[in-house]
């Protein structure tokens, strides 16, 4: 079996300085503790590339790029709204993650690879079709998604998202093409409570109280998200691999620890070997502690990879 890893050393230039969580020690983290498992030496390592301002547009709308251009400094630290900001280097980091996921599609479909994950950030799943928030700039997954629905014999797509936070930029982008099922599990009440409340046989929200016990997400996958995979029939499956969820983070308190995480990549990975060919892109997100989530990730990679 063969596990694409796809970054770029240069999503590390999107840097909001030492207080913000999303920070370059997120990557750091993953790649320090892969390689002291020697996990990493078990991966196929591939360069992210960048996205394109057509694939940009093929979720977005078409000035959102520009848009974003147009409020990027040339020093310092800008703001888009309250939570979002960029630094001179941040698009060209958001544009080698959006690449990434089309680098990781075009690997799993041309056989290449049996799956991939895109170490990548920043994160996406909460950038809307006219509206970067949430840290994201632009939808990843959603980019990566569209991309592969115009790929021959790729007729419908799942999203399985287990952020924290809900995903509401992917539900906003893909509320109305039914051929995109969007799953997502998430603490509520809490941010970005938008788009959460959209009920539609390919929108599937799983809202979770805040200190619940780790249980009820997995009966949520069992419950909801099995039963929805089963109807729609996905020829490839993407999640937005959300580390925020853990015990640790600073960000969530939905009590998750890295056994959690290893749990429902174990049942995605089932679903996907049985029903769509192994073909699995899987996405960074958020994990805002970078110990944790470096072991977080490390858990969903072995399963990936198959150890």
Known sequence: MTTAFITHKDCMLHNLGPEHPESPLRLAAIHKVLERTGLIDHLDQLTSVDV????????????????LEAKQPTSGIAYT????AMCPESLHAASLAAGSVI?????????????AFCAVRPPGHHAEYNLAMGFCLYNNVAIGAAHALEQPGIERVAILDF????????????????????????????????????????IINCPIAAHTEP???HQAIADKW????????????????????????????????????????????QYADEHCQGRIVSVLEGGYNPVPLAFSVQAHLEVLAGF
């Open 52 to 67: 394109t301002d057509e694939q940009i547009a093929m979720v977005h709308h078409k000035l959102h790029h520009k848009r």
């Open 81 to 84: 709204d309250d939570d979002t």
């Open 103 to 115: 680098l990781a599609v075009n690997r799993v479909l041309s056989g290449k690879a049996d799956n």
């Open 163 to 202: 952020d924290v936070h809900h995903c509401n930029g992917t539900v906003d982008i893909f509320k109305d093409r039914a051929e995109v099922l969007v799953c997502s599990t998430f603490q509520h009440p809490y941010y970005p409570e938008r788009f959460h409340e959209i009920e539609r046989p390919h």
């Open 215 to 217: 249980s009820v997400f």
């Open 226 to 269: 099995l039963p929805a995979l089963a109807a729609h029939k996905p020829d490839m499956i993407f999640i937005s691999a959300g580390f925020d969820a853990h015990k640790d983070d600073p960000m969530g308190d939905l009590n998750l620890e890295e056994e959690d995480f290893r749990k429902v990549t174990q049942v995605i990975k």
